[in-house]
């Protein structure tokens, strides 16, 4: 039993930093469970770690199905993604994320807010 613990402790911990090797997410605009006001929205994801901007992406997606137009904009700096969507309709949306950090890791995840009036 302590054996089995202890092993599963030490599993965790290498899983833990191998984590930390990737790009994590730290900030968020918009921020998930968010409501945010109009049809146009800015959006910013700040990383833990520098991004290689040729593998990261960004997609946006009405939670019902359609994909949202957006734009990918150039940050000036490289630990952040950058987007802006427009002509957006009320209701619930997901903003998907994969990004290729610098050390050649891959991440993903997604955002979900809502468009409010
Ligand atoms: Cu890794």
Redesign the pocket.
């Known amino acids: 039993m302590w054996r089995r613990l202890a092993y599963s402790m030490i599993l965790l911990m290498c899983l833990n930093s191998?984590?930390l090797?990737?790009a994590s997410l730290l900030e968020a605009v918009p921020a998930p469970g968010a409501v945010v006001a109009g049809d146009n929205l800015s959006i910013e994801l700040r990383f833990d770690s520098r991004l290689d901007s040729r593998f990261s992406r960004l997609e946006l997606f009405k939670a019902d199905g359609g994909a949202a137009a957006l734009t990918l904009l150039a940050a000036d700096t490289p630990t952040i993604l950058k987007a802006r969507a427009t002509a957006l309709e009320e209701g619930a949306y997901v903003l998907r994320w994969r990004v290729l950090s610098v050390?050649g890791?891959a991440n993903q995840g997604e955002i979900k807010f809502y468009i409010g009036r």
Do not use: L, S
Request: net charge negative.
């Open positions: 191998h984590a090797a990737h050390d890791h």
